[in-house]
């Protein structure tokens, strides 16, 4: 990195021709100038002392109202971050730093120069008593962000009255339920149940659109904050009038006599909680809308922010008149040091017989000196390096000298720090990628000259993504500082490590005799990395992915040595993480095969290339159809079909999987209204990986496309496979609950596959389960499968799940699947995955059902 240029310095005179002019002038000058001399060097002297010490008073009252300003602007930052999140912002370090801005003015306030000047007095004293009205109002604003009635006037009417009343309300609703399970059933009751249920549904509907609501008017989804109030108050009058609907049908009811006395007696107390919840959420809304809907805010735009502008303008007015007054006095010691060096010339001639002794010691105490700093200025203007100019006994030539070798230092400091950033981590401390780079190109020129083995480890880590988007960046950048301590610690003092940016580290290995040396270290490194990480009381766990690539074998320049390491460390990952690999031929054109596979991916995604086949899933009682699952296929420009085991992993890489995804959800209701038979629509079952409903964009999009069209929900089986739900079980069921409170079917697809299956049913209650096809496929031969399969079974019936077997393609395996039990069958015994035009000729072919056994297709 070039180093920082200085200015260019001006040329001086030539030294040598000032030497005979002082001898000349001392000579003949001596007499007539002597006394002048002294008399005008004593006035200049008094002048310069003077202007100095207005400086020193000047250099005090800067430094104050330099703090003054600092202080001001840490305020106001600190009122900002207490508006969002006071935890983060306690209010002791608001009133910490007021006293502090309190003490700075006060420091100014009493500096001499500003008392002496009356204008600027007045505005110190009118800036610190403002402070004491910033003080009041900084508690006023502590004081109402500390009790959440004050800083939200809504919660009351939240916290007194929607919440007992929606409690109440489910409360009322289930003892209706709950009567009708008691009684026999009948039309009456299946009536009455169909009106509870659906008045359940609304009446949840419309607290869910009073939570959104709230969200709204925070700016959580909308920046239209108006907008989305409104319609969401829309939704909850749509929501109570579909409510009260039912109230209605309950009490036509009543008046029939058809309703049983639990129902008779809580339907009055259900329509007051209704009428009396309606009113809490317009008491609400208005609140919310209110233009002072959190007076904290208004406090601080109308009272707080405007006080610390007119602070800000007065200590910008001091600050405007101490440098004026700065400027001129440096003006005026200008002039004086043009003084002084006049008459110093005239002192020379104080007397011919201390001519030359004057002369010598004018060379020795100033010429010089100046001559050598003037020669070490250039020389570091040039960026070379230079000695230190000798030191003088003149005091002016000595401050000089000391100011140059301070300048000299400080930009050699700076030269320093500004190289060591250029070529380091700013969070690590270790080598970048810049830096890794330059080391590489020098071990390989070297490898060359002296023939020797030289590595690049290529590492990732493995889990960071995970732990830095659960416990955020702060806990991501102190985890990589600790992996980067643990890296220092595993490799040798001449092996260089950087960090190449996120959580990608490489380690250079120089000078190796044996390929079981690098083997050893990667082993070593695994290990290291392994081992929990305990930050801030946290039990962390990573590992890592390493690739290896051997200098000059797999490339012979920084490039393409560190291209195949990534390369190799790509097929650690894809073999299970944890592991290392070292460079092969048969890696790079998997890597080009994948790429070329990204980019035919992302030509099917904007051409919408894709195509959807579906498998029927049969009843076994009553050979009906169940259900059909929709099947994403691809249909490779050159290569031709292309299996979804390739190329939906490949997607879920890409980030597009929740893309494709979407625009399946999109046709389903066009989909099942196109196969449906009569009023009846068909039920089709698709496949999401639990990482879509961990992203909260995809599973509001989800949620939202199904309220829209609540038959489409009602007629939708979501199969979810067991291995995707062990990343954060807790996550994927929050969204699954509110999919079945729709009235979406969850299967729990691939089941037995997985390390934690019971661990699924015991934290989520799903619809259905799906028996992989590899506990199929040997029945009814083998007999472990057979006993695996009748155990999954007994065990989804006693949790009160459905049944399906994937993959059964033989008469014996229907036959075995029907005695065990098996509520559903799917594979070829029934049909191949077909198009959509395919699908309804064979709809039409089965319209009878699927009762006799079918030969294979």
């Known amino acids: 990195m070039s180093s920082r240029r200085l200015p260019q310095l001006p040329s001086l005179p030539n030294l040598r021709t000032y030497r005979g002019r002082y001898l000349f002038m001392a000579a003949i000058t001596f007499v007539a100038f002597a006394a002048a001399g002294v008399i005008g ?51 002791e370090q608001l009133r910490a730093t007021s006293e502090h801005l309190r003490s700075a003015v006060l420091q100014l306030r009493s500096a001499q120069w500003i008392r002496q000047a009356g204008e600027l007095s007045m505005l110190a004293d009118s800036a ?54 008691t009684t026999p059933p009948n039309a009456a009751n299946v009536k009455q149940r169909a009106i509870i249920n659906e008045m359940r549904l609304r009446w949840m509907q ?11 008017r925070f700016g959580v989804f909308d920046s239209n904050t108006e907008a989305g109030i409104a319609a969401r108050a829309r939704n909850i009058h749509l929501y109570l009038d579909t409510f009260r609907d039912g109230l209605a049908a309950l009490q036509s009811l009543s008046d029939k006599g058809e309703l049983g006395l639990v129902t008779q007696e809580r339907l009055p107390a259900l329509q007051e909680i209704a009428d009396s919840w309606e009113s809490s959420v317009q008491q609400a809304l208005v609140q919310l809308t209110d233009v002072h809907w959190r007076p904290d805010l208004t406090l601080v735009r109308d009272d707080i922010e405007p006080l610390l502008n007119s602070l800000q303008q007065r200590f910008s007015s001091l600050r405007l008149e101490l440098d004026i007054e700065s400027a001129r006095n440096i003006t005026e010691l200008t002039e004086v040091s043009r003084q002084l060096t006049r008459f110093a010339a005239l002192l020379i001639g104080a ?32 960026g070379e390096q230079s000695e230190p100019p000798p030191s003088s006994k003149a005091g002016e030539i000595r401050d000089l000298l000391d100011a140059f070798n301070e300048m000299r230092q400080q930009v050699r400091q700076r030269q320093a720090h500004l190289d060591h950033l250029a070529h380091h981590d700013t969070l690590t401390g270790l080598p970048n990628r810049l830096l890794f780079r330059d080391r590489l190109d020098h071990a390989l020129a070297r490898a060359q000259r002296h023939p020797s083995m030289s590595a690049v480890l290529f590492l990732d880590l493995d889990g960071f993504k995970k732990i830095n988007d659960t416990l955020g960046h702060a806990a991501g950048d102190a985890l990589l500082r600790a992996a980067a301590d643990r890296l220092r610690a595993a490799v040798r003092g001449s092996d260089t490590i950087a960090r190449l940016g996120g959580d990608e580290f490489a380690i250079l290995v120089e000078q190796v005799e044996y390929r079981q040396d690098i083997t050893r270290l990667g082993e070593k490194l695994l290990a290291a990395l392994e081992t929990p990480f305990n930050l801030e009381g946290r039990l962390l766990h990573i590992g890592t992915s390493i690739g290896i690539a051997v200098a000059p074998v797999d490339g012979d320049d920084p490039e393409s040595l560190t291209r195949a390491a990534d390369t190799a460390m790509y097929a650690a990952k894809q073999a299970g993480k944890g592991c290392l690999r070292y460079f092969t031929a048969e890696m790079s054109r998997q890597a080009n095969d994948y790429m070329e596979m990204e980019t035919a991916l992302r030509g099917a995604i904007a051409n919408q290339a894709f195509r959807l086949h579906f498998q029927p899933i049969v009843d076994t009682r009553s050979g009906a159809l169940h259900a059909c699952e929709v099947l994403l296929r691809w249909q490779h420009p050159e290569l031709g079909p292309v299996s979804p085991a390739v190329f939906v992993p490949v997607l879920d890489d890409m980030g597009k999987l929740g893309e494709v995804s979407r625009w399946i959800i999109a046709q389903l209701g066009g989909l099942q209204q196109r196969f449906s038979s009569g009023d009846d629509r068909m039920t089709l079952s698709i496949n999401l990986t639990a990482r879509l409903l961990y992203d909260d964009a995809f599973a509001l999009y989800l949620l939202d496309q199904l309220r829209a069209d609540p038959l489409a929900a009602q007629h939708l089986i979501i199969e979810i496979t067991e291995d995707s739900l062990s990343a954060d079980l807790d996550a994927a ?15 729990l697809d691939d089941f037995g596959t997985g390390q934690s299956s019971l661990n699924h049913l015991r934290h989520f209650r799903f619809d259905m389960v799906k028996v992989d096809r590899e506990f199929v496929r040997d029945m009814p031969h083998d007999p472990n499968d057979v006993s695996l399969v009748q155990a999954i079974v007994d065990l989804s019936h006693a949790f009160d799940m459905q049944v399906v077997a994937e993959g059964v393609e033989t008469e014996d395996q229907e036959a075995m699947l029907r005695q ?4 559903c069958l799917q594979g070829y015994r029934i049909s191949r995955p077909m198009t959509s035009d395919a699908l309804e000729a064979f709809l039409r072919d089965h319209a009878h059902g699927f009762a006799m056994p079918m030969e294979r297709a």
């Not at 008073?57 to 106001?76: F, I, P």
């Not at 065990?820 to 509520?823: F, R, Y």
């Open 206 to 216: 419309a607290i869910a659109e009073v939570r959104l609501l709230i969200a709204n």
């Open 733 to 747: 069921v929050r969204v699954l609950r509110e999919l079945q409170l729709l009235g979406v079917r969850i299967a």
């Open 41 to 91: 060097y004593r006035q200049v002297a008094e002048v310069g002392t003077k202007n100095l010490a207005n400086i020193q008073q000047r250099a005090q009252a800067t430094a104050s109202l330099q703090d003054a300003l600092g202080l001001l602007q840490k305020v106001r930052n600190q009122v900002g971050r207490f508006l969002i999140n006071p935890p983060q912002e306690p209010p």
């Open 820 to 823: 065990q039990g098996c509520d």
């Open 351 to 382: 007397g011919c017989l201390f001519a030359i002794i004057a002369y010598l010691t004018f060379d020795h105490m100033l010429l010089r000196p100046i001559q050598h700093t003037t020669q070490a200025l250039r020389k570091e203007a040039r």
């Open 128 to 181: 610190y008593d403002s402070l004491f009205l910033l003080e009041s109002l900084l508690d006023e604003l502590v004081r109402t962000r500390a009790n959440r009635r004050l800083w939200l006037p809504a919660t009351r009417q939240i916290e007194e009255g929607i919440n007992p009343d929606t409690l109440a309300g489910q409360g009322l609703m289930a003892e209706m339920l709950d009567e009708l399970d």
